[in-house]
Each structure stands twice: as structure tokens, then as C-alpha cells.
């Protein structure tokens, strides 16, 4: 009746009966949890997630308008019950936090250390003490610039090393930011979402070359199945003969999907079976417990796999604009080109001032690799080829 009716608030419930449990300290070992599967199932149900933030969460998990879930601060690995009830008291004493420096002036260090203001900052509670909304580049800026002010001003009595050690490492002034993978991967290790983007989104067009198919797709396809995704939750067996096999958790861009690996393909792939691995999976599907899964029959890394792939194309699209295009431009993309003699046929899709494509078909041949495309996106920007 709940869930029919009150969607958004049961499941609300369910999120925060998880915090109260413990299950999200289990989760952050890596223990099988619901907790992370409540945090996906939010979006499927069609209510968005809204990031923690230290002027709009709640200690737990709270509903915002008809379709949208607000963060709670307890959610985030490393910020306690205390901390959590003294950032929102505190906020209800004060109103609005307005800045960083206001925030770290006025906060108890018995109640919120420096281990709980990194991990405020790096899972981007504390952006909007900065600005509203932030592109990516941003970020990587503005959280490692509050992170050295909580260096260069430790609040007295804290003596903590921060979680990732970036104080102590990273004093070089040269260091000015953090690298993009490294957001997303604080985010997805303090909150268990990526805020800010998503690690596979650069490879979607190696993806897409590789195979069409996505893990939503999974129960419209025949078999085998075959689908490119980044390896998170690993958990290790044990089988009746004693010999170990695995099941991984394996996600893309639109959902994620539970792999067996049993023994023999174990041991001749369990060197590339590690969190945070891009790999491709071919198998078939089955069904345990009423949920599916991918039996492999093949794990290949991503990396491996798109060279394989690469040298099967026949015909290479490359994405680019006439606005703004001038000779010289023309001249260094052609020499990429022929720097790169090969198979493939090389085609131009060229964008017009009226975004209409027009196909160019060209007398250029190339050898995909990774190491043109590289070349190519340095040049033209991220997606710029499609290889058929």
C-alpha cells in the first residue's frame, strides 16, 4: 500500500532504515548491502537524486518537491550522526551557511573535525558554498582550493590525517586541482553516486564500437550477450571442490548487472577482475534466485579488446564543425590522418552553421587505434568518430 501510494517516502524509508541499521558502514566494505541497490532504484522509479549539500540535507535521506530525494548527510562514509545533527543545527541557528571560510570559522572540532569537512568537500556537499552550479573542471578547482585552506588553517585540536592523505601529498603548489577521475571517484567512494558524471562516459563511442548493446538491454538480447561495463562490488567464493570463483557487479551508462565468473575463466582472468576495471563480458544469461545474471564464457579488458576491434572496421566517421575552421586547422587534422595509413575508410561528417550534417567521403585510409583516436579527440573534442 506504501509503495503504491507513497513511492517517494517509502522508499525514503527504506534509505534511512539502512543508515540506522549499519548497513551503509557494510557497504563501504564492500559487503552485500541493500543500501546501494535502494540509492538505484530511486532513479528507476523515477525520482531524482539531489547531492548532499550542507545547506539543503538533512542528517537523513528527506523528499524535496513531488520527484526528488535529497542526500542525507549521514549517507556520506566518514560524517557521523553528531557531525550530521551539528551541520543542520547549526544551520537552523545561523540560516544559510555563505562560505567555506564562514563554515570552518564557526564549527565546533569536537562535532565536525577535519576528517568530516574533507569528506563534506570531496563528496561536493560543500560546492554550493561556492557557487550554485559548477561544471566538472570547476570542481576539480574549487574542492582541492578548500582542501588546502583547511591545511594552511587547521582548527585547533585536530591532529587527524585527511582519509586520502591529499594534504600531505599534494603541498606542491603546482598542484593546483584535482584530475576529473579523481572527482568522480571521491564522490563514488563517499557517497556510492557519481555527482558529477559518470568514468564510462569518455568511452562511449570505444563502447558503441564494440558492441551496440547496453546492460539494459540485457533481457531483449539473444545469446550470448555481449556488453562493455566497469567492474564495482567484487565478492569472493568458494566453490564445493574448494576452488574460488567470483561474482562481480558490472555497470554502464544505464544500469548494472550481476556476473558470474566460475573457476576456470577465474584463474585465467583474475588478474583483470578488480574494482573499477572497464571490461568487456560475452555470456548467456540465467536466472538465480528470481534475478539475473551473466554467466561468462569471456572477459576480456576493454582496453585489449577495442585494439582487437579497431583493426576490423572498415569505415571511420569523423565528427567536426565548419564554424570556425581555417586552413591551418584542415592542415593538422590531415596530417593525424596520414600519419596513420591504413584500411579504413575515412569519412567526415561536417557540421553546418545550421546544424545540418553533410557525409564527406574522402580518398584518406587510416589504422584505428588508440592512439590516433587520442589524437583526434586532442584536436576535435571528446565523441568526435563513430567506427563502423
Not at 139 to 145: E, F, I, Q, W, Y
Not at 183 to 193: D, M, N
Not at 245 to 272: G, P
Not at 344 to 357: A, G, L, R, S, W
Amino acid at each position: 500500500y506504501l509503495k503504491a501510494h507513497y513511492p517517494v517516502e517509502f522508499l525514503i524509508s527504506l534509505i534511512n532504515a539502512e543508515i540506522r541499521s549499519g548497513a551503509r558502514i557494510k557497504s563501504q566494505k564492500e559487503e552485500e548491502t541493500n543500501y546501494r541497490k535502494f540509492l538505484l532504484e530511486a532513479e528507476k522509479m523515477g525520482f531524482k537524486l539531489l547531492p548532499p549539500d550542507v545547506n539543503h540535507s538533512d542528517v537523513y535521506f528527506t523528499k524535496e518537491g513531488d520527484k526528488f530525494v535529497r542526500y542525507g548527510l549521514l549517507g556520506i562514509k566518514n560524517v557521523g550522526e553528531t557531525a550530521a545533527e551539528f551541520v543542520v543545527g547549526l544551520r537552523k541557528k545561523i540560516g544559510e551557511i555563505k562560505s567555506f571560510e564562514d563554515f570552518v570559522s564557526i564549527i565546533d572540532n569536537k562535532e565536525v573535525n577535519k576528517r568530516v569537512i574533507e569528506a563534506l568537500v570531496l563528496s561536493g556537499a560543500m560546492d554550493s558554498l561556492y557557487k550554485d552550479k559548477m561544471s566538472l573542471e570547476e570542481k576539480c578547482k574549487v574542492r582541492k582550493l578548500f582542501l588546502n585552506k583547511i591545511e594552511h588553517k587547521k582548527p585547533k585540536g585536530v591532529q587527524q590525517q585527511m582519509l586520502f592523505s591529499v594534504g600531505e601529498e599534494n603541498k606542491d603548489s603546482s598542484l593546483e586541482k584535482f584530475t576529473e577521475q579523481e572527482i568522480l571517484s571521491f564522490e563514488h567512494q563517499l557517497t556510492e553516486i557519481y555527482w558529477s558524471g559518470h568514468p564510462l562516459e569518455k568511452y562511449i563511442n570505444d563502447m558503441k564500437s564494440i558492441t551496440e548493446h547496453t546492460i539494459i538491454d540485457l533481457p531483449n538480447l539473444p545469446e550470448p550477450v555481449r556488453v562493455v561495463g566497469m567492474i564495482s562490488v567484487i565478492k569472493k567464493f568458494l566453490n564445493q571442490n574448494k576452488h574460488p570463483f567470483v561474482r562481480f557487479v558490472l555497470e554502464d551508462l544505464t544500469s548494472e548487472v550481476e556476473v558470474v565468473v566460475f573457476n576456470k575463466l577465474y584463474e585465467e582472468t583474475k588478474s583483470i577482475i578488480h574494482k573499477n576495471s572497464v571490461v568487456y563480458v560475452e555470456g548467456r544469461m540465467d536466472v538465480q534466485e528470481d534475478k539475473k545474471c551473466i554467466i561468462a564464457e569471456k572477459i576480456s579488458l576493454f582496453e585489449t579488446m577495442k585494439e582487437e576491434i579497431y583493426k576490423n572496421k572498415s569505415k571511420i566517421y569523423i565528427t567536426i564543425s565548419n564554424i570556425g575552421v581555417d586552413d591551418e586547422y584542415i592542415n593538422k587534422l590531415k596530417k593525424v590522418i596520414e600519419k596513420y595509413p591504413g584500411n579504413t575508410k575515412v569519412y567526415f561528417k561536417i557540421i553546418t552553421q545550421n546544424f545540418d550534417e553533410v557525409l564527406v567521403e574522402t580518398e584518406y585510409k587510416i589504422l584505428p587505434s588508440s592512439k590516433v583516436l587520442s589524437e583526434l579527440k586532442h584536436l576535435i573534442g571528446e565523441n568526435c568518430y563513430q567506427l563502423e
